[in-house]
């Protein structure tokens, strides 16, 4: 069994906007009880078992998502959703009003969602790690400045069945990953396992974070996926990252079609851009630039009044 100290919940902080600012300036994280529409969540559990039915994954007829055992290469099976649930979660009132007490703005919602399918991880092994995982997502995505809302589409019956955990306070240590160690990985003993907390989550509930707040994924010891779904989202008065389909690449110019204005944005990368792909995300060399930037591509870019980008990575929506 996995165990992991509770979570603070804030949920009786609501409608207190100073005492939510203070907490989330101190945790850099926020985690509140039953915000979020239930039968929203429930529509959403439907869209992730059809997506998982229909790689045989999981069997419709069975209530519980349990994993068939059958194999799968598609990096999360349920991003075939698109963008029919996300696109119905981010109009929750209650969630827009937490953000904007947090933000003294409106939320601006990034076109960066993940649909989580997390499969059944077997029996833990001696002395495994269960914060293998750990990373803070500003690493891989420099200047955004993004905050995240996860929550889970399906309850977590307890901390041994795949739950999330953060690490409260570690957005006051900068970045903690290593680019001498591989896959850049925080260094052991970089955040304490004392630090760590979680929750069994229920439908309705949501974890509001920080880029920079270390988090991780749980081992999963059931025998069935843990279906999950996170959001970004800024202020609206922060610089916006550009998101669009490449329209051409001179060099090192990428220009992109914008979605929201039909604008031609045109950026450039140097070496100190983070060139990214999906997954996995290690660095791409910048005269490979190609390889997530080419005429149609998908992409979001971070860059400043320069048009100098942060990040460039490959984008699925
Ligand atoms: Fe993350």
Redesign the pocket.
């Known amino acids: 069994m996995i165990s992991v100290t509770p979570l603070t919940d804030s949920t009786p902080l609501l409608g207190d906007g100073k005492a939510l600012r203070q907490r989330w300036d101190e945790d850099g994280t926020l985690y509140f009880r039953g915000v979020i529409d239930r039968d929203l969540m429930a529509w959403a559990e439907q869209h992730y078992r059809e997506a998982l039915a229909a790689e045989e994954l999981i069997d419709l007829a069975v209530e519980a998502p349990v994993w068939t055992g059958k194999a799968s290469d598609t990096w999360r099976p349920c991003d075939a959703i698109g963008t029919t649930v996300w696109h119905e979660v981010v109009k929750q009132e209650a969630l827009n009003a937490i953000l904007h007490e947090l933000f003294q703005a409106d939320a601006a919602w990034l076109p960066i969602v993940?649909h989580r399918s997390a499969f059944p991880s077997g029996p833990l092994k001696e002395g495994e790690d269960i914060f293998a995982g750990q990373?803070?997502?500003a690493f891989?995505n420099e200047g955004m400045n993004s905050t995240?809302c996860w929550m889970p589409v399906r309850d977590i019956a307890d901390m041994s069945c795949g739950t999330f955990a953060l690490a409260p306070g570690t957005h006051r240590r900068g970045i903690l990953h290593s680019k001498d160690l591989p896959n850049y990985r925080i260094p052991d003993g970089a955040v304490g396992k004392h630090e760590w907390r979680s929750a069994a989550y229920r439908v309705g509930d949501v974890v509001i974070f920080r880029?920079d707040t270390v988090?991780?994924a749980l081992p999963n010891l059931s025998n069935a996926f843990r279906l999950s779904i996170?959001l970004r989202v800024g202020s609206s008065l922060a610089p916006q990252p550009v998101g669009g389909t490449v329209e051409s690449v001179d060099g090192r110019s990428v220009t992109i079609r914008e979605d929201e204005t039909g604008a031609l944005v045109t950026v450039t990368v140097d070496d100190d851009t983070y060139i990214r792909d999906m997954n996995p995300h290690p660095r791409i060399p910048t005269d490979e630039v190609g390889r997530v930037a080419w005429p149609g591509a998908r992409v979001l870019a971070m860059a400043g009044k320069d048009r100098k980008a942060t990040v460039l990575r490959r984008n699925r929506y």
């Open positions: 993940a990373h803070q997502d891989y995240i880029d988090h991780a996170d």
